[in-house]
């Protein structure tokens, strides 16, 4: 099993405190609030800075999972932060003793598992916290569009607003291993006022939407839909993302 908790993107404290401000539009909030709608109790696994977990705790039982306490810590801290039962435990082998109506990964957790063991790891944790009735959901970008070419630090460089320390000049690097499909990409934030600067490199893996069918089809969950986007478009070649959802089989 590959070793992620160490990615100090989501490790570090100075770090994790980007994260919301880099991650603004929340389409799969949406989609996921809705549906939830149904279910009495929600597992986020990779729940990061718990956004959605905060909101989804409103009239459910919801326990976020991520292996970076200090995107927890941000978590922990917001409003509606003590409504959420946080654990800090990685979603590969993390087991609760609990199961769940919807258990999700969003903002492509999914593709931070490396390798194909890793990703049957990921899918049995799934499995083992459904309920007879309950759903998943995740999402995965699709490696057809090749989104990574093109961009380096400086076409990718825009202004973030901090609340605390003002104007963020913000950047990301990718470079793409054709032989593995993973992505390691740098990213990096400088405070304009003081000239202070945070960097940190991390790696997702691509993986096509056969790949991905194979792998859970090889697992204990059965797919009911495929969606191409957290609009709710049907999954087509060429879509944006590559969502699956679906049940215990
Ligand atoms: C891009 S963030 C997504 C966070 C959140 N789900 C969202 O939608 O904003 C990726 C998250 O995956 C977490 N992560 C990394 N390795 C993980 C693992 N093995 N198990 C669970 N989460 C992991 C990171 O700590 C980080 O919080």
Same mark, same amino acid.
Request: aromatic content about 10%; proline content about 4%; hydrophobic content about 40%.
């Given at each position: 099993?590959?070793?992620?908790?160490?990615?100090?993107?989501?490790?570090?404290?100075?770090?994790?405190?980007?994260?919301?401000?880099?991650?603004?539009?929340?389409?799969?909030?949406?989609?996921?609030?809705?549906?939830?709608?149904?279910?009495?109790?929600?597992?986020?696994?990779?729940?990061?800075?718990?956004?959605?977990?905060?909101?989804?705790?409103?009239?459910?039982?919801?326990?976020?999972?991520?292996?970076?306490?200090?995107?927890?810590?941000?978590?922990?801290?917001?409003?509606?932060?003590?409504?959420?039962?946080?654990?800090?435990?990685? /979603?590969?082998?993390?087991?609760?003793? @609990?199961?769940?109506?919807? #258990? &999700?990964? %969003? $903002?492509?957790? !999914?593709?931070?598992?490396?390798?194909?063991?890793?990703?049957?790891?990921?899918?049995?944790?799934?499995?083992?916290?459904?309920?007879?009735?309950?759903?998943?959901?995740?999402?995965?970008?699709?490696?057809?569009?090749?989104?990574?070419?093109?961009?380096?630090?400086?076409?990718?460089?825009?202004?973030?607003?901090?609340?605390?320390?003002?104007?963020?000049?913000?950047?990301?690097?990718?470079?793409?291993?054709? /032989?593995?499909?993973?992505?390691?990409? @740098?990213?990096?934030?400088? #405070? &304009?006022? %003081? $000239?202070?600067? !945070?960097?940190?490199?991390?790696?997702?893996?691509?993986?096509?939407?056969?790949?991905?069918?194979?792998?859970?089809?090889?697992?204990?969950?059965?797919?009911?839909?495929?969606?191409?986007?957290?609009?709710?478009?049907?999954?087509?070649?060429?879509?944006?993302?590559?969502?699956?959802?679906?049940?215990?089989?």
């Amino acid at each position: 099993m590959t070793d992620l908790t160490e990615d100090p993107l989501y490790r570090d404290p100075d770090l994790a405190q980007f994260y919301d401000l880099t991650n603004q539009w929340w389409v799969d909030f949406d989609y996921c609030t809705s549906l939830a709608s149904n279910a009495a109790s929600v597992l986020d696994l990779g729940c990061g800075t718990g956004e959605l977990a905060v909101a989804l705790a409103q009239g459910r039982r919801v326990i976020g999972v991520d292996p970076a306490a200090a995107m927890l810590e941000v978590g922990r801290n917001r409003p509606g932060g003590d409504k959420v039962t946080w654990v800090q435990a990685d /979603a590969r082998t993390v087991r609760l003793d @609990e199961r769940f109506d919807l #258990v &999700l990964l %969003t $903002g492509h957790v !999914f593709q931070v598992f490396l390798t194909q063991e890793d990703q049957k790891a990921a899918l049995a944790t799934i499995a083992t916290h459904l309920n007879p009735n309950g759903r998943f959901i995740f999402d995965s970008r699709n490696p057809r569009l090749r989104t990574w070419e093109g961009r380096n630090r400086h076409n990718s460089l825009h202004q973030l607003e901090h609340p605390q320390l003002g104007t963020i000049e913000a950047w990301n690097e990718p470079t793409y291993d054709e /032989a593995t499909n993973i992505l390691t990409y @740098e990213n990096g934030y400088r #405070v &304009l006022a %003081t $000239g202070q600067a !945070f960097s940190a490199s991390a790696q997702i893996r691509y993986t096509s939407q056969e790949e991905l069918a194979a792998s859970i089809a090889a697992s204990e969950l059965v797919v009911e839909t495929w969606l191409g986007s957290w609009e709710g478009d049907p999954f087509y070649p060429e879509a944006k993302e590559i969502i699956p959802i679906g049940r215990l089989a």
